[in-house]
């Protein structure tokens, strides 16, 4: 079983930008974090950008690599980007959307997310341990599907 975890915009920048909304974990210990958590349940590999079409490149890259899963956080482009949603769609691999702060209780324009349609599921408030929820019912889900 493979996942990858894609992280959008400003992710790179964990304990650093406003750990008041998003913690004092580095974006290095969060790797770390999952990767103990994968091991000996599935191999995990990661990739982050800035850039919204490296984001759409990385997805559709998994297509061709053969993922089983991915868990996303978007960052903004949570809240802005149809290209997600769109290659998330095309890819047809089950996608779970992860995000650290407690998106529905912050700004009016963080309330919607286009690429939740293409989605799984959905965690969000439970910090970087979120990430591990979503890797847990990606591999239940997709465990799930193939019986």
Aim: charged letters at 25%.
């Amino acid at each position: 079983m493979k996942i990858l975890v894609i992280n959008g915009p400003n992710l790179n920048m964990l304990g650093i930008r406003e750990p008041k909304h998003y913690g004092k974990e580095t974006y290095s210990d969060l790797l770390k974090k999952i990767e103990a958590h994968c091991e000996g349940k599935c191999a995990v590999d990661f990739k982050q950008s800035n850039h919204e079409g490296d984001l759409v490149d990385f997805i559709q890259s998994a297509y061709f690599e053969n993922y089983n899963g991915i868990v996303i956080n978007p960052g903004a482009y949570t809240h802005t980007s149809i290209a997600l949603l769109d290659a998330v769609k095309s890819v047809m691999i089950p996608t779970v959307e992860v995000h650290i702060s407690d998106v529905s209780s912050r700004e009016d324009f963080r309330q919607i997310s286009y690429i939740r349609e293409a989605c799984i599921m959905t965690v969000s408030g439970k910090g970087t341990d979120g990430y591990l929820l979503a890797i847990d019912h990606l591999l239940n889900y997709i465990q799930e599907e193939s019986k």
